[in-house]
Structure formats: structure tokens, C-alpha cells
């Protein structure tokens, strides 16, 4: 069990030759899916939620879905 903190770090060399063991940062991209795919989001949100997008828009990574009136 980590603490508030504190940090573990793996090597994923035998996992995927391709990395290499190289280490990856915080938020940095590992592979795509470039055909789409589908995506179940489920929140909870203050009543004065609004959304920017409407039911089967696409949307794209980083998109804001909405905002907070």
C-alpha cells in the first residue's frame, strides 16, 4: 500500500518489447485506437450541469462534455 505521496515504478520491457522499458510520464500516451470506439460515461454532477455535446455527437479526447452554470 502506497502512502499519500509516495510513487511505485514498473518496467514494462517483458510486457511490450516495443517500450522497451523506458519509462512513460504522467499522461503520456501509450498506444491508439484509431478505428473509435464507444464510451460509457457515468457522473454525478451539481443540477446546474450543462452539457456542451448531444446524445451520439462525437467527440474527441480532451473535449469539454460540459460545463457547471
Known amino acids: 500500500t502506497l502512502l499519500p505521496g ?5 518496467s514494462y ?8 522499458g523506458v519509462p512513460l ?3 503520456q ?3 491508439g485506437f484509431k478505428l473509435g ?3 460509457v460515461l ?7 450541469f ?3 455535446v448531444s446524445a451520439d455527437q462525437t467527440v474527441k479526447m480532451g473535449e469539454a462534455l460540459g460545463y457547471v452554470a
Open 6 to 10: 509516495e510513487f511505485s515504478q514498473l
Open 50 to 52: 450543462k452539457f456542451n
Open 25 to 27: 510520464k504522467k499522461g
Open 37 to 39: 470506439s464507444t464510451v
Open 13 to 20: 520491457k517483458a510486457l511490450n518489447p516495443r517500450l522497451n
Open 29 to 31: 500516451e501509450v498506444g
Open 42 to 48: 457515468v457522473f454525478s454532477a451539481p443540477n446546474t
